[in-house]
């Protein structure tokens, strides 16, 4: 299989060999054909080739839609475009094969570019509850079944904590290919980072716009002053510098327009580090380090 160029948008190389899009959109709260074409519209149209879904945003079949209808209109194909989806903390263990196989016929795009478990727990079950790491693990080992025959290009995990990373890494055959987490200047996750680092894992960054809270950060709107920018630019800027994959999530076709600007400026070292001194581990969504 030959490395996918999605022409317009830079990527990074998966431990696959295949290619991610650094800037992708968030999909999280889009939700109807009508709301999820006219965001994909705008998307494709700013040159955002990556999508993230999940089972549990219930918009696969609307994003697939989406794009069948929209691809032809831009000149591009399947092939030009990479669709992330997860598989829900209620299908984790014995419900994942199934699961991920009804996740690949909603979105029917022939094959999925990464399938993802979306939460280390299982739906249910205590956070502390023993039989967590053994869903995990049958989880995991359905995802790489389909990896294997093709219908989940890529494989990875999100919201694994070092504890949760450092099983996997001991037990599977494949590896995971990405690492998605929380990740902005208030949640820095330098030891996560520097893990997936070792492993050879992508580390993917989701809500960094802290789910738009950070955009009126006062350092945040004066660096983007500064460098006469928008805040949600600057964050996503931030993290792209640092390698870091983003997906930013707006139904706003000017905005989605304007957050994918972001790969024509630079932060300074001294933007940067104000930027980066302001974790203090504050998290927008949920904390995985309670799940057994
Ligand atoms: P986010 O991208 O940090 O922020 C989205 C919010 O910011 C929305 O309310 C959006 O409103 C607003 N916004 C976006 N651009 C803006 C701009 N330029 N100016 C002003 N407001 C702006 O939040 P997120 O949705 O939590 O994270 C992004 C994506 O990451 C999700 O959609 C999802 O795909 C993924 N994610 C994954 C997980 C996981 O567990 N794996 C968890 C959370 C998120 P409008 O829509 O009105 O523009």
Not at 11 to 24: E, K
Not at 65 to 75: D, E, I, S
Not at 194 to 216: P, R
Not at 261 to 270: A, K, M
Request: glycine content about 8%; overall charge negative; proline content about 7%.
């Amino acid at each position: 299989m030959s490395p996918t160029p999605f022409s317009s948008s830079p990527c990074v190389a998966l431990n696959t060999g295949l290619q991610m899009p650094l800037l992708g959109l968030g999909t999280y709260k889009l939700c109807g054909l009508q709301d999820v074409y006219r965001a994909v519209d705008a998307a494709l149209c700013a040159g955002y080739r990556a999508f993230d879904s999940a089972a549990v945003y219930r918009n696969e079949a609307e994003l697939g839609k989406a794009l069948r209808a929209l691809l032809p209109k831009y000149g591009l194909t399947r092939e030009d475009v990479f669709i992330t989806s997860k598989l829900g903390p209620k299908d984790q263990g014995e419900k994942a094969m199934e699961a991920a196989l009804h996740s690949w016929s909603q979105l029917d795009l022939d094959y999925i570019d990464l399938y993802l478990i979306h939460w280390p727990g299982t739906q249910g079950l205590p956070v502390g509850d023993e039989r967590n790491p053994g869903n995990r693990a049958q989880s995991w080992a359905s995802l790489e079944e389909l990896h294997g025959q093709g219908k989940l290009r890529n494989i990875g995990v999100s919201n694994y904590t070092p504890a949760h990373m450092r099983a996997l890494m001991q037990s599977c055959k494949v590896p995971p290919a990405v690492l998605q987490v929380e990740f902005h200047p208030r949640l820095c996750q330098p030891e996560l980072m520097s893990l997936c680092k070792q492993y050879g894992v992508c580390f993917q960054a989701y809500s960094s716009l802290g789910k738009g809270e950070l955009l009126s950060d006062p350092v945040m709107l004066d660096v983007a002053k500064n460098c006469e920018r928008t805040p949600a630019q600057v964050l996503l800027r931030w993290a792209l510098q640092q390698g870091v994959p983003v997906l930013p999530k707006s139904s706003n076709p000017e905005r989605i327009q304007r957050n994918a600007e972001v790969f024509d400026f630079t932060l300074s070292e001294t933007d940067m580090d104000r930027l980066s001194v302001l974790d203090c581990g504050q998290r927008f969504c949920w904390d995985p380090s309670e799940v057994a």
